[in-house]
């Protein structure tokens, strides 16, 4: 049976006010054009709660008991890869049948809602105890000290690959039509390498590493352009180079040399990128570039340093004023992969 149309407040006060001045049901359906059923539920519904208002409506039962709820919440506290179709049969050997939607619908209410896993870095126990020890020793460090800090790093940017994710406004059933796509090949048709760094100050050098970088390879690129940024970022006196624990960087050779050039480093701990936040502006930079049309690697190099050289320094300025959120972040995880 199709559902009928709710009558509007303001014809259920006419039935009211018609009832008052004495009329019959039958007259006042007749005059609204509602059928007498209709209008004597009204009238009753007045006499009773002295209201034409709707009420509150308690609805359809569950089709899942409150000790299912906490069944099948407990099972996926306990396992989050458990699927809709494990908790629909594990219902129903309790002798409740339902479907996958139920599922879903019951579990966010309770707050838990299905998403892709973020893919993290491995971590084993010495690298979480490593970044937590990091984390309580620098807590306190006050924010000119994190000011005072060159970060690097290394990343790859793919030619046609997905650095990132592009929303376009297309109409219905245009998906396909060539501005609302992004062309890709396989193995994403080459990439670049790039050695950066940055401070509170703003962006340093950005270079293309166009070669298998080995040891020789990466004392020559701090050679080169570690000074001279901290020149062009005016750089106070003291102040640290940061880079992660790559093998390269972390050899004896590496280590002399830093010595020898007299450059204070951040003893840094492994499989923390989200300790260091040059890792936030190569985001930035892989979004600017996928918004950008590049038809070869050459093209691709070139946007990369235009778009890189346009960084604000606000945003650089703001990755370092926020650190200590950071390290708070890791404590309060315990070690492990923050938000960051």
């Not at 006042?28 to 059928?35: N, P, R, S, T």
């Not at 830093?258 to 923390?272: D, G, I, V, Y």
Request: with cysteine; aromatic share 6%.
């Amino acid at each position: 049976m199709a559902k009928t149309k709710e009558l509007s407040k303001d014809t259920r006060n006419k039935i009211v006010d018609l009832h008052q001045a004495g009329k019959t049901e039958s007259a006042i359906g007749k005059q609204l054009g509602v059928k007498k059923p209709t209008v004597g539920a009204i009238i009753r519904k007045w006499k009773t709660y002295k209201t034409t208002d709707n009420l509150p409506r308690s609805g359809a039962p569950r089709k899942i008991s409150p000790r299912g709820v906490k069944m099948i919440t407990r099972t996926v506290s306990k396992n989050p890869r458990t699927t809709r179709g494990d908790l629909v049969n594990d219902l129903q050997r309790a002798g409740t049948k339902v479907t996958k939607a139920t599922i879903s619908n019951t579990l966010r209410r309770q707050g838990l809602k299905s998403g892709s896993a973020r893919r993290v870095p491995l971590l084993k126990p010495v690298h979480v105890r490593a970044c937590l020890k990091f984390a309580r020793e620098h807590l306190d460090d006050p924010e000119e000290d994190w000011e005072n800090v060159i970060w690097s790093d290394e990343t790859k940017i793919e030619l046609f690959g997905k650095n990132s994710t592009c929303r376009v406004w297309r109409r219905k059933n245009a998906e396909l039509h060539p501005k609302n796509t992004i062309p890709t090949v396989k193995h994403g048709g080459g990439n670049i390498m790039l050695w950066g760094c940055f401070s509170a100050k703003g962006p340093g050098r950005l270079i293309r590493v166009k070669e298998r970088m080995n040891g020789a390879m990466y004392r020559e690129i701090l050679s080169k352009n570690l000074l001279p940024s901290a020149r062009a970022l005016k750089m106070e006196r003291g102040w640290v180079f940061q880079h992660d624990n790559d093998p390269k960087h972390t050899a004896r050779e590496m280590k002399e040399w830093l010595r020898k050039k007299h450059f204070k480093f951040l003893e840094w701990p492994s499989q923390s990128p989200d300790l260091n936040p040059i890792e936030n502006l190569w985001r930035e930079l892989k979004i600017r570039v996928a918004q950008r049309q590049r038809q070869n690697i050459t093209a691709l190099e070139e946007i990369c340093m235009e778009e890189w050289a346009k960084l604000p320094a606000t945003v650089c300025k703001n990755l370092v004023a926020t650190y200590r959120k950071r390290l708070t972040s890791v404590i309060a995880n315990k070690g492990y992969i923050t938000k960051y």
